[in-house]
């Protein structure tokens, strides 16, 4: 499988890095990017091709990923228009609908349109991916081991549902930092220096996450478990009840869906500069 990045920037190079340590011959990946620097790192790090020109990256490409910010890929695929006709496509950008990116690439019918998240940085994401009608068996599986290469994978049959995806997953990791970053300036006003409130807030966060995720059990239950009636932790879930914490943050991740919309919306009407 002959894969291109249009765009070096971290995911692109996340996908990368990847590929490669699952065994994909790096001579079988190339790069695309304007910036000089980006492409030297990229060449360095990981001993692909860089191109700056996509029509000379492209030749022989069987899989496109464009990977470049939601604001240009109107101007960044309408070039590419003539030089995708026989490749799969496949969308990291946020918002971007396949109708939208298919008309900016005249046409163009074998798209899958995917929302990765921050931790494929380290190879722990989740990726959702999203197929154009009618798209083969092959290239689904071509997508999915471009993506399976940073994390897991899962397939949402209603394109739609990226957005929700993008809500959850793709600006959830911003949740969770929050709630770390709140759990380390409550341990450092208990009288705990900064070194160890930061310990004391990621291991917690890390083995929590990783008890509920080997756990039969669900969240709610593993909750139960540590809340004694009365108790300390009985304590605290009463405050977060009180000013219903989980509320605002099941509001705040609809408000981070309908923002996904909003910019599809604003992406798709659109029009590359000429």
């Given at each position: 499988m002959k894969v291109v990045f249009v765009g070096g920037g971290n995911m692109a190079g996340a996908?990368?890095?990847?590929?490669i340590a699952q065994g994909h011959a790096a001579a079988d990946i190339r790069v695309v990017d304007p910036d000089a620097g980006q492409r030297a790192r990229l060449a360095q790090r990981f001993q692909v091709a860089a191109h700056a020109d996509a029509a000379t990256a492209l030749a022989g490409a069987e899989v496109v990923v464009l990977a470049v910010k939601p604001q240009v890929m109107a101007a960044v695929a309408t070039p590419l228009a003539a030089l995708v006709k026989d490749c799969l496509v496949v969308s990291v950008a946020a918002g971007i609908r396949a109708s939208d990116l298919s008309r900016w690439l005249?046409?163009?019918?074998?798209?899958?349109?995917?929302?990765?998240?921050?931790?494929a940085l380290i190879g722990r994401g989740?990726?959702?991916?999203?197929?154009?009608?009618?798209?083969?068996?092959?290239?689904?599986?071509?997508?999915?081991?471009?993506?399976?290469?940073?994390g897991e994978t899962l397939w949402v049959e209603d394109e739609a549902m990226i957005d929700a995806v993008t809500a959850v997953s793709g600006s959830g990791p911003?949740?969770?930092?929050?709630?770390?970053?709140?759990?380390?300036?409550?341990?450092?006003?208990?009288?705990?220096n900064s070194?160890?409130?930061?310990?004391?807030?990621?291991?917690?966060?890390?083995?929590?996450?990783?008890?509920?995720?080997n756990s039969d059990e669900s969240a709610a239950q593993l909750r139960r478990r540590v809340t004694s009636p009365g108790g300390t932790?009985?304590?605290?879930?009463?405050?977060?009840?009180?000013r219903s914490a989980a509320d605002t943050l099941v509001e705040a991740v609809l408000a981070a869906c309908q923002r996904s919309l909003e910019l599809g919306e604003q992406a798709g009407g659109s029009q590359p500069k000429t």
């Open positions: 996908l990368v890095g990847g590929l005249g046409g163009h019918r074998r798209i899958v349109r995917t929302m990765p998240n921050m931790p989740i990726s959702a991916l999203a197929a154009t009608p009618d798209l083969s068996a092959v290239d689904r599986d071509h997508a999915e081991q471009i993506l399976a290469a940073v911003a949740y969770v930092f929050y709630f770390i970053e709140a759990l380390e300036r409550a341990a450092t006003e208990l009288g705990f070194s160890q409130a930061r310990q004391l807030a990621l291991a917690t966060f890390r083995g929590a996450s990783e008890l509920a995720a932790t009985a304590a605290a879930l009463a405050v977060l009840g009180e």
